[in-house]
């Protein structure tokens, strides 16, 4: 019984936090991928990382089971939302342009979140939803996964320290200001053309501003977007990597 309950434990703990891990990561956690293909695809991997764990746990029926059962998801659930404050602050700057170009209340479906969201938003999630997976994001999401067993092994149950906590939240706040910063030019460009459209209204007061503004804005917005396009892939990608690194740096556990 004892065998059995190893080789339960060599194989369930890995699932756990494989399981936590695509729950949340880009990619993965899209509503359109069924439950039961996150499952399987989460039982495939556990079973590949199950042969090549140092360590490992016995499964049986205790509290101390059902602790180590929340620790294991909530380190898979760490690493990927790690990245997905990347994509979070994707969309955040997206909403910034979004509203500034008129885009307001136009909502697009996401297939990433299963909601609707402004049509800017849904464009800068999936531009950094293509360049993670162009920069082969999710084999070094995995990869990461993998070293998380030999930095946060299973058997001592310690899960993620305090400090790779507190690194996941102020790193968290960076990502969402940089995600700002990826917004201002476009939003430079259309306060000033709100602020030209603003001051042609109050010479011409014939000027019809509802009919023309809205044109003006998009068609700015539009082009502004575009030519920052130079600039918006190497800070997306520089994004990403700091999502990654921040992935890695939760590992780490503090000097004794």
Do not use: C, Y
Not at 18 to 24: A, E, K, N, Y
């Amino acid at each position: 019984m004892s065998d059995v309950a190893r080789w339960a434990g060599e194989l369930f703990w890995p699932f756990l936090r494989v399981l936590g891990l695509l729950s949340v990561a880009p990619g993965f956690n899209s509503p359109l991928i069924p439950a039961r293909v996150k499952v399987a695809l989460a039982l495939l991997t556990a079973i590949v990382l199950a042969g090549g764990l140092k360590q490992s746990a016995p499964l049986d029926v205790s509290w101390d089971t059902l602790l180590l059962s929340v620790e294991q998801v909530l380190v898979g659930l760490a690493i990927g939302l790690a990245m997905q404050l990347v994509m979070t602050a994707m969309a955040l700057a997206g909403e910034f342009v979004g509203v500034q170009m008129g885009f307001g209340i136009a909502s697009l479906f996401d297939p990433q979140s299963g909601f609707e969201v402004p049509v800017m938003s849904n464009f800068f999630s999936l531009t950094g939803s293509v360049l993670f997976l162009a920069m082969n994001g999710h084999l070094i999401l995995l990869g990461v996964l993998m070293k998380s067993f030999d930095a946060v092994p299973i058997a001592t149950g310690m899960g993620i320290s305090g400090s790779g906590w507190h690194a996941l939240a102020a790193s968290g706040a960076m990502l969402f200001q940089l995600g700002v910063w990826l917004a201002l030019p476009v939003v430079a460009v259309l306060l000033a053309v709100h602020l030209a459209v603003a001051l042609v209204s109050r010479v011409a007061p014939q000027f019809n501003i509802i009919s023309v503004g809205f044109a003006v804005f998009l068609w700015v917005g539009i082009a502004a977007t575009v030519a920052v396009v130079p600039l918006f892939v190497p800070a997306v990608q520089h994004m990403i990597e700091g999502g990654l690194a921040l992935a890695g740096a939760l590992l780490q556990r503090p000097p004794i």
